[in-house]
């Protein structure tokens, strides 16, 4: 049983920052082995993904986010963070954290690839 808990939404002008934090509870086989990944819903729009993170550490981004935002983990407090600068408008929405022990490959950003997710935490940029 995998628990992801996101935590560190909220609201900020344009050109400010957020650090997201998603606490991982791995029962059964632990967190070292976890693929992760964030991914984002916009209202009105589908789920994207945004930045990964395999197992060996290897990070990943999507361009729209590539150089303003950027991955962390504590493996001892097995939470992932997502660090995020320079903020616009169309960086809101709700934010999710995923999960898997299986290597995703080149699909780490196809919402299917995860079978554990969190309960999303909000982010909302104002001009």
């Known amino acids: 049983q995998v628990q992801l808990v996101e935590s560190g939404g909220g609201s900020v002008q344009a050109g400010g920052s957020l650090r997201l934090s998603c606490a991982a509870s791995?029962?059964?086989?632990?967190?070292?082995?976890?693929?992760m990944a964030w991914f984002r819903q916009a209202p009105g729009k589908e789920r994207e993904g945004i930045a990964a993170i395999d197992a060996d550490g290897t990070t990943t981004y999507t361009d729209s986010v590539k150089g303003r935002f950027t991955l962390s983990n504590d493996n001892v407090k097995n939470t992932l963070y997502l660090l995020m600068d320079s903020l616009n408008p169309v960086d809101t929405g709700t934010y999710y954290c995923a999960a898997t022990y299986r290597s995703p490959g080149v699909n780490k950003f196809l919402s299917s690839t995860y079978n554990y997710w969190g309960q999303g935490t909000q982010v909302t940029v104002s001009s």
């Open positions: 791995a029962y059964a086989y632990g967190t070292y082995y976890m693929y």
